[in-house]
């Protein structure tokens, strides 16, 4: 399985970006997706996830209202449509998707660790 995202860039609090992620090597739309992000000295964290099924979605908290998660099954692409950046925004941001189909969004929110295939990241840096 591989994923690649892209989209990462610098921008000025208050801007925008959106991240893409493109997955192969099995069936994209039985999986859910979704991003994590790491800043700079500091723990992975969840970001958003996205079901497969009814393209249910959940977001950390300090991002709800501002960013947006979807999926093109038919692409086989995943997005990240990120509005009213601030500097704790400033992260690499991976495109992950579980290593089982049963994993569903709600779980990864729940489970960071839980098992999931990464791709490589993109930076995201947002200045004040």
């Known amino acids: 399985v591989q994923l690649q995202a892209s989209g990462g860039g610098s921008v000025q609090t208050g801007g925008s970006l959106r991240l893409s992620c493109t997955a192969s090597g099995r069936t994209f739309s039985s999986y859910a997706m979704g991003w994590f992000r790491q800043a700079p000295g500091k723990e992975r964290e969840f970001v958003s996830a996205i079901n497969w099924r009814d393209d249910s979605t959940y977001y950390r908290d300090s991002v709800k209202g501002r960013f947006t998660i979807s999926r093109d099954n038919v692409k086989k692409m995943v997005y990240l449509q990120m509005n009213s950046l601030n500097p704790e925004d400033t992260a690499i941001y991976y495109c992950?998707?579980?290593?089982?189909?049963?994993?569903?969004?709600?779980?990864?929110?729940?489970?960071?660790?839980?098992?999931?295939?990464w791709g490589q990241g993109t930076l995201v840096t947002v200045s004040s």
């Open positions: 992950v998707s579980p290593t089982r189909a049963v994993t569903t969004a709600q779980y990864m929110a729940a489970n960071p660790r839980s098992d999931k295939y």
